[in-house]
């Protein structure tokens, strides 16, 4: 009696042991790991490993997850939101050598659908079309060091609709002054990222593209500092600069989980003319 109770014992011990570790950590597509929350926290493809410092990529509140899948580019990581139609952050590192390359790249305009995803959640060209919002990149075709990484990153799942005047004005601005802090610091770290307040209720274009409600993005210069930016998505809107303690507690996001505790408390300033500095 006592050796079959044994046996039933160390039977339900090895299934709730294997029920632990499915439940707390799989691999989706071959790519990366996964909490149980669903926030990717390692990437085995060594190139998009490095677009993250400590190799961590960014965490993100659930409600955001749903159906998320990781898409590694030649010089940039896509989390892309299967639910949303549009990516949930984009990671990059950027060099001085990098940003030295990229200007000598002429700029080709090859929007495309992203055939890696299913075709029921693949966004179009054609949705786009008289939508009235650009196609706002979330990792610029300016940072791209070679003309294969350029035509990656004209693919819609690096893609969400932007205001025009946001896209072609501010935010425009602001990734330039990235690649100006990357050329004089020589690394940055970037994530950029879009959020909605009600998912449910969020306007769409094509077949089920959402627009999202604001763009973020939030670099860190090793040694130096970090600083968040936040954007409503309308003409007119302006990115304001902010702390990156205080972009987390406003949105739940954080775009650098294992970087520096000094860099995290040091917000750096990008010289940016047209944005608001942050009052606390």
């Known amino acids: 009696m006592k050796n079959r109770l044994g046996l039933i014992v160390a039977t339900l011990a090895i299934l709730l042991l294997a029920l632990v570790v499915i439940k ?64 949930i952050w984009v990671s990059q590192h950027l060099t001085r050598g990098s940003i030295a390359a990229a200007r000598r790249i002429e700029r080709v305009d090859r929007f495309a659908s992203d055939d890696r995803l299913p075709s029921r959640s693949r966004p179009r060209v054609s949705d786009y079309e008289g939508s009235g919002w650009d196609r706002g990149h979330l990792a610029p075709s300016a940072d791209m060091p070679d003309e294969e990484s350029q035509d990656m990153s004209f693919l819609l799942s690096n893609i969400a609709p932007q205001a025009p005047r946001l896209n072609r004005g501010g935010w425009a601005e602001l990734e330039s002054s990235v690649r100006s802090e990357a050329t004089r610091s020589g690394s940055v770290y970037v994530v ?47 990115p304001v600069a902010m702390p990156l303690q205080t972009f987390r507690a406003a949105t739940g996001i954080d775009p650098f989980p294992a970087m520096d505790a000094e860099d995290r408390t040091t917000t750096i300033d990008l010289d940016r003319r047209r944005s608001r500095k942050w009052k606390r």
């Open 24 to 87: 707390g950590r799989w691999v989706t597509e071959g790519r990366d790991d996964r909490t149980e929350s669903g926030n990717v926290t390692h990437v085995s493809d060594g190139t998009c490993r490095n677009v993250h410092p400590g190799g961590v990529p960014p965490f993100v509140p659930d409600r955001i997850l749903k159906e998320s899948t990781p898409l590694c580019g030649r010089s940039f990581l896509v989390l892309y939101g299967r639910s949303t139609g549009t990516p």
């Open 192 to 238: 950029t990222g879009v959020t909605f307040d009600k998912p449910r209720s969020a306007g769409r274009i094509g077949r089920f593209t959402m627009i999202p409600d604001r763009f973020w993005k939030a670099v860190l210069s090793p040694g130096n500092g970090s600083v968040a930016y936040l954007a409503e998505n309308r003409n007119g809107a302006v």
